[in-house]
């Protein structure tokens, strides 16, 4: 068929430039005719102009604007069609009477021997639960899923409580990740700090662990609680964090810890969200405001611990975070104590490093490590200690990180080398550098106490 139609034209074309040699048109208007018949029978031999100007209808809408803030009724409609899509996803999950009855159908179908105190489950005895479980159970009783949990049985089976526990913790984050999407208000899988703010506060009466929080402290204990979400999650400060960050991380596991009311005392006080952990902090901040103003100034903060943090840094802290008057708020003081207690950590390192890169190169050199270490010669001989060699230091800062480039050390090479908390300790802290200086004197002492402690025994 393309052949016929391609000789077709051919032959128009033909027999249209052997009239025109008898015409007698200038050369340009037949050079423009042939141009204009090449054209029309081109096209309409691929197929026509209409098939290309139709061809973007081919292509899937990948675009959907979000409603302007005066299109109040597209925004009602959004939302509420947002809510019954998430009351829909909210029903397919598993309730307590279908795990409950999940559980005694995988119970009636173990498969002897036990291993220790664990029931096992062959894969054909699992698909026959599968088949029994129910619809909402699909999912979970796949070739993938009992692969995942297979281990080292001789048998071939997986743990009954094994698999168990993973659908819980699945059914877990389907259930956290619709709550979360209810405050999610533009709905495009973020929360920005108020919408984090109006979850955890409407979270706090179904936490038995904060029960005794004055309602007066509730705003204090919800900034603390948001603070460490946007700490380490929004690094980049852009105001919003996505949904499955916040579902991946381990801080809501944290929070959603206060659940238990026999947590001990122990774990209350390592749990950032704990009401005895908020009320230090907060109890910290209010002692370090002398002048009771709510705000911290450079002397105030200069309290802060042990009391020994050099002046240099103090100065850059004040250079590069928000200060109002050159004085430093709850919030800020939170990211600042966040930054100092997590030293490991890569935010908190990202936080640090910010402060000393006094240039923003990307990088420290010697010269940066010598500014921030003559603070602490400095309290050094205030303290009628003998001042450290710099050159020794610098030595052992760049034996401990090795970094890239022999000159330089940065941010990455710090996270790399995992010696990061101690670099910084040294260069910000004269009660860091001194615990660093005395760490074998203080490993002998931790050593002989240990010892001393089983001889009592």
């Known amino acids: 068929?393309?052949?016929?139609?391609?000789?077709?034209?051919?032959?128009?074309?033909?027999?249209?430039?052997?009239?025109?040699?008898?015409?007698?048109?200038?050369?340009?208007?037949?050079?423009?005719?042939?141009?204009?018949?090449?054209?029309?029978?081109?096209?309409?031999?691929?197929?026509?102009?209409?098939?290309?100007?139709?061809?973007?209808?081919?292509?899937?809408?990948?675009?959907?604007?979000?409603?302007?803030?005066?299109?109040?009724?597209?925004?009602?409609?959004?939302?509420?069609?947002?809510?019954?899509?998430?009351?829909?996803?909210?029903?397919?999950?598993?309730?307590?009477?279908?795990?409950?009855?999940?559980?005694?159908?995988?119970?009636?179908?173990?498969?002897p021997p036990t291993t220790g105190d664990e029931a096992m489950i062959s894969y054909e005895s699992f698909l026959k639960v599968g088949e029994q479980a129910g619809a909402k159970c699909k999912l979970f009783f796949t070739a993938r899923v009992y692969a995942k949990l297979l281990h080292n049985d001789p048998y071939g089976r997986i743990s009954i409580m094994q698999f168990f526990n993973y659908v819980m913790r699945k059914v877990w984050l389907h259930?956290?990740?619709?709550?979360?999407?209810?405050?999610?208000?533009?709905?495009?899988?973020?929360?920005?700090?108020?919408?984090?703010?109006?979850?955890?506060?409407?979270?706090?009466?179904?936490?038995?662990?904060?029960?005794?929080?004055?309602?007066s402290f509730y705003s204090f204990y919800v900034c603390t609680a948001v603070r460490k979400f946007f700490f380490f999650l929004d690094p980049l400060h852009t105001g919003k964090i996505k949904i499955q960050d916040i579902l991946a991380c381990s801080f809501l596991d944290d929070l959603l810890e206060l659940r238990d009311e026999e947590l001990s005392k122990e774990s209350q006080e390592s749990n950032w969200f704990s009401a005895p952990s908020a009320l230090r902090?907060?109890?910290?901040?209010?002692?370090?405001?002398?002048?009771?103003?709510?705000?911290?100034?450079?002397?105030?903060?200069?309290?802060?611990?042990?009391?020994?943090?050099?002046?240099?840094?103090?100065?850059?802290?004040?250079?590069?975070?928000?200060?109002?008057?050159?004085?430093?708020d709850y919030k800020t003081y939170l990211d600042f104590v966040l930054a100092l207690e997590n030293r490991k950590e890569p935010a908190a390192l990202q936080y640090i490093f910010k402060l000393l890169d006094m240039e923003n190169k990307g990088y420290l050199n010697v010269f940066t490590l010598n500014y921030f270490f003559r603070a602490i010669q400095e309290q050094m001989k205030i303290h009628g200690q003998e001042p450290?060699?710099?050159?020794?230091?610098?030595?052992?800062?760049?034996?401990?990180?090795?970094?890239?480039?022999?000159?330089?050390?940065?941010?990455?090479?710090?996270?790399?080398?995992?010696?990061?908390?101690?670099?910084?300790?040294?260069?910000?802290?004269?009660?860091g550098f001194w615990t660093y200086e005395n760490r074998e004197v203080l490993v002998a002492n931790d050593t002989d106490s240990n010892t001393a402690d089983l001889d009592d025994t």
């Not at 209810?182 to 495009?188: I, M, R, S, W």
């Not at 405001?289 to 240099?312: A, C, F, Q």
């Open 1 to 111: 068929m393309a052949n016929d139609k391609t000789a077709h034209w051919k032959d128009l074309l033909r027999k249209r430039l052997a009239s025109a040699k008898q015409d007698s048109k200038t050369e340009e208007e037949k050079k423009a005719e042939e141009t204009e018949l090449f054209t029309k029978y081109y096209t309409e031999w691929k197929g026509g102009e209409k098939a290309e100007v139709d061809s973007f209808k081919h292509i899937p809408r990948f675009y959907y604007r979000l409603p302007a803030e005066d299109e109040v009724l597209l925004q009602k409609l959004r939302e509420e069609s947002r809510a019954v899509f998430l009351q829909r996803k909210s029903r397919e999950l598993l309730d307590n009477e279908e795990l409950q009855n999940l559980w005694f159908l995988l119970d009636k179908h173990q498969v």
């Open 175 to 215: 259930q956290t990740r619709i709550g979360l999407s209810l405050y999610d208000v533009a709905g495009q899988g973020y929360l920005r700090e108020s919408d984090l703010e109006n979850y955890i506060l409407e979270l706090i009466p179904t936490l038995p662990q904060l029960d005794g929080l004055e309602k």
């Open 281 to 328: 902090v907060y109890g910290q901040y209010l002692n370090l405001d002398k002048d009771h103003n709510g705000m911290l100034s450079k002397e105030e903060l200069s309290r802060y611990g042990t009391g020994t943090l050099t002046s240099v840094f103090l100065d850059r802290v004040y250079q590069e975070c928000l200060t109002y008057d050159g004085e430093m």
């Open 388 to 431: 450290v060699s710099f050159q020794d230091v610098k030595d052992e800062i760049f034996d401990m990180v090795k970094p890239k480039d022999p000159y330089k050390v940065t941010l990455q090479d710090l996270v790399n080398s995992g010696q990061g908390d101690t670099v910084s300790s040294i260069l910000i802290d004269l009660n």
